[in-house]
């Protein structure tokens, strides 16, 4: 058996029940004969793209030990679903428990702590988001103070002229 993480988008309307959830996580691991090792939702987030006519989505991560001949199956029932939007299984032989652990320590697991550490982690990446738009935006000036550097050596030498 091969140890394996998924990244599930959860239809959001799915998504605000912890219990439904689990259960379609539960339901997809066991009619692949997977055995779940962890699973956490990370957060509600939008999307760069529609998928399935939805802007949003719950991202969920689990990993899972499992046959490699199983995975096929698993992706098509998460293909089936019509809670799952999008899923993307990789090998994750390479990844030990504490950095599983890590991974997943952004998702909490109380359901009701969790709506609101949510909706806190994405009022502070609104934020750090703003930021970086706003330091994008700085180099702007500066290329543009490079340009009025430049032609200041053409209006001092037309001063020199006259």
Known sequence: MNTYEAMVLFDP??????????????????????????????????????????????????????????????????????????CLVLRADHVSEEQMRESLGRAAQPASSEEDSGQEQRGEAEKTDAGQENKDASPAPDASQAVAETSSPAETSEQDET
């Not at 529609?50 to 199956?73: E, N, Q, S, W």
Request: aromatic share 8%; glycine share 6%.
């Open 13 to 86: 309307t799915a998504g605000t029940d912890m219990g439904k959830l689990e259960e379609e996580v539960n339901r997809l691991m066991e009619r692949c004969g997977a055995q779940t090792l962890m699973w956490g939702k990370w957060d509600e987030r939008r999307l760069a793209y529609p998928i399935k006519r939805h802007k949003r989505a719950v991202y969920v991560l689990i990993y899972f030990k499992a046959d490699a001949d199983r995975i096929t199956g698993l992706e098509r029932d998460t293909q089936l679903s019509e809670t799952i939007l999008r």
